[in-house]
């Protein structure tokens, strides 16, 4: 059996959707680019004067500690840790993380603790 072949002509559309617009569409000649307010400006268009001065905003960065416990991160991959290591009280996310940090020499362990500031020094 032959194979038919089926001329068709290929129609496309002048604008593909998915392309990006070129920057000459999008903002035309003598259209200025959207500008960044500075914060100098956002504090004089806001009135902080009438906010609650224990209300965390631009002005006052100072805020009450948070009410929820903070997230327990494996100490080696970054991933949520549902697991400690009682032996060297390491966090770590899975089995494969538990043997490398088996594996660890005791100098690389406080490391690991003291940069998540939990470091005993053992002497």
């Not at 089926?6 to 129609?11: D, G, H, Q, R, Y």
């Not at 500690?65 to 899975?94: V, W």
Request: glycine share 2%.
């Amino acid at each position: 059996m032959e194979a038919e072949v089926i001329k068709a002509e290929l129609v496309l559309p002048t604008h593909m959707s998915f392309k990006r617009t070129q920057m000459y569409e999008k903002y035309p000649k003598g259209q200025s680019k959207v500008r960044w307010k500075q914060l100098k400006q956002i504090i004089q268009a806001e009135n902080y004067q009438n906010y609650d001065p224990d209300e965390p905003n631009y002005v006052n960065i100072e805020s009450p500690p948070s009410m929820q416990p903070c997230k327990r991160i494996c100490d080696i991959t970054g991933f949520e840790a549902p697991y400690h290591d009682p032996r060297t009280n390491l966090r770590y996310a899975n089995a494969d993380v538990f043997k490398l940090v088996r594996s660890l020499p005791n100098e690389y362990v406080q490391r690991y603790l003291a940069l998540r500031k939990a470091a005993v020094v053992l002497r």
